[in-house]
């Protein structure tokens, strides 16, 4: 389980903290959140805007870290994640040493209260965590603000923000995103068929602070 960022509870740092101790183990990185192909639809759109390899890039709830590192094999260097879990910065710290990525930075950060240092990024992505924090059993509505104020206050003007997920739908989205964000793209996802409607299980979305 690699949901990163889930409400206030132990749930998720024991769910780090026992992939932490399978790593340590069987050198096992744990769950991809969303699968690989998650990870391949946003190097590759980066790559096809030609988004410089030298952007600011923050991965908000980096989880085990998988995507830093598939970032910086595709030659991005300014990369840096961030996770309320401190089990699970420990976890990605392992496996950015393991692939020797020394460059990629990790910090225990609440997205919802980010540190003063936390600001300037050109590029924010959230698979998964925007899911999670929507699952808060406690004002999830509130939260939500929060965490659209966090994403202005770090997201440079014109900055792009990529959003995976699988609780919400394209139009759910723009309407959440709708105070300083503009729709630029809608990244295509694996569809189902089912009582013979077809639909997709996950939304892609690439926005830009206005």
Same mark, same amino acid.
């Given at each position: 389980i690699s949901s990163p960022f889930f409400p206030r509870d132990s749930s998720w740092d024991a769910a780090y903290e026992r992939e932490l101790q399978t790593?340590?183990?069987? +050198?096992?990185?744990?769950?991809?959140?969303?699968g690989e192909e998650s990870m391949v639809r946003i190097i590759r759109w980066l790559?096809?805007?030609?988004?410089? !390899?030298?952007s600011s890039v923050l991965d908000?709830?980096?989880?085990? +870290?998988?995507? !830093?590192?598939e970032l910086a094999k595709s030659g991005y260097m300014n990369l840096t994640g961030i996770d309320y879990s401190p089990s699970a910065i420990q976890l990605s710290e392992k496996v950015r040493?393991?692939?020797?990525?020394?460059?990629?930075? !990790?910090?225990?950060?609440?997205?919802?209260?980010? @540190?003063?240092?936390?600001s300037g990024f050109d590029i924010c992505?959230? /698979? +998964?965590? =925007?899911?999670?924090? @929507?699952? #808060?059993? @406690?004002?999830?509505?509130? /939260?939500? /603000?929060?965490?659209?104020? #966090?994403l202005?206050?770090?997201?440079?003007?014109?900055?792009?923000?990529?959003?995976?997920s699988c609780n919400w739908t394209k139009e759910e989205l723009l309407n959440e995103f709708r105070e300083g964000f503009e729709i630029l793209e809608e990244l295509p996802?694996?569809?189902?068929? =089912?009582?013979?409607?077809?639909?997709? @299980?996950?939304?892609?979305l690439v926005f830009q602070r206005k």
């Open positions: 790593f340590q183990d069987i +050198g096992d990185t744990g769950e991809i959140w969303f790559e096809k805007h030609n988004v410089p !390899l030298d908000i709830g980096t989880g085990n +870290g998988v995507l !830093l590192v040493e393991k692939e020797g990525m020394s460059n990629i930075k !990790l910090k225990v950060e609440d997205f919802l209260a980010p @540190s003063a240092e936390l992505i959230d /698979k +998964g965590t =925007f899911d999670a924090i @929507s699952l #808060s059993p @406690s004002d999830a509505v509130g /939260k939500r /603000k929060l965490y659209v104020g #966090s202005c206050r770090v997201l440079k003007p014109e900055g792009f923000f990529l959003i995976t996802t694996p569809k189902f068929c =089912f009582g013979g409607r077809i639909g997709n @299980s996950v939304t892609a």
